[in-house]
Antibody
Framework: QVQLQQWGAGLLKPSETLSLTCGVY????????WTWIRQPPGKGLEWIGE???????NYNPSLKSRVTISVDTSKNQFSLKLSSVTAADTAVYYC???????????????WGQGTLVTVSS | EIVLTQSPGTLSLSPGERATLSCRAS???????LAWFQQKPGQAPRLLIY???TRATGIPDRFSGSGSGTAFTLTISRLEPEDFAVYYC?????????FGQGTKVDIK
């Protein structure tokens, strides 16, 4: 059974860097796209970005200047860094698998448990 | 950027009734790369449908997706008590991937 488990700091001050890591257990890592999505309290879902099986990244233009997604294939982990955070970055952050396996669509079918990140002075 | 508009914002129905949710795209979704998710309070979203009409593993057949191009529909044939939730569509055919604003299905 595939499980995604994420961890990282939940309380940040303005201007700090958000850092989250997602570990993938019980299933294959190679070949998939790996995605980060966030959800401000009481609001909808926002796509942050993804990294594909060859290490290529794709970011939301609204966050591109501040976002880095990376992967450590030796540990079956991928990570999110978001710099210069403000209160507007307060959200539940999710890691997820998909939407592609190589060039085949599989949907975003497995999600981490979510991490509430609060930005407050 | 493709903007997805979901309607209605809220759908008030009774168990056993049919639910029809709409997702309209501001431009054609490439290869019909359109997914539907269900989200309950305090939980991560759950994938229901991908590729506009393919049910994800373990999803009951009362959930069905249809549509192409710019108009997509999620249908729940007979609502079960556990189906009352918020539903989101997402396109992943072009970047940035985008979500609709959600439709809440609540109990009438």
């Amino acid at each position: 059974q595939v499980q995604l488990q994420q961890w990282g700091a939940g309380l940040l001050k303005p201007s700090e860097t958000l850092s989250l890591t997602c570990g993938v257990y019980g299933g294959p890592f190679s070949g998939y796209y790996w995605t980060w999505i966030r959800q401000p309290p009481g609001k909808g879902l926002e796509w942050i970005g993804e990294i594909n099986y060859s290490g290529g990244t794709n970011y939301n233009p609204s966050l591109k200047s501040r976002v880095t997604i990376s992967v450590d294939t030796s540990k079956n982990q991928f990570s999110l860094k978001l710099s210069s955070v403000t209160a507007a970055d307060t959200a539940v952050y999710y890691c997820a698998r998909g939407p592609f396996l190589f060039t085949s669509q599989v949907g975003v079918g497995y999600w981490g448990q979510g991490t509430l990140v609060t930005v407050s002075s | 950027e493709i903007v997805l508009t979901q309607s209605p914002g809220t759908l008030s129905l009774s168990p056993g009734e049919r639910a029809t949710l709409s997702c309209r795209a501001s431009q054609s979704v490439s290869s019909n790369f359109l997914a539907w998710f269900q989200q309950k309070p305090g939980q991560a979203p759950r994938l229901l449908i991908y590729g506009a009409s393919t049910r994800a593993t373990g999803i009951p057949d009362r959930f069905s997706g249809s549509g192409s191009g710019t108009a997509f529909t999620l249908t729940i044939s007979r609502l079960e008590p556990e189906d009352f939730a918020v539903y989101y569509c997402q396109q992943y055919g072009s970047s940035p991937r985008t979500f609709g604003q959600g439709t809440k299905v609540d109990i009438k």
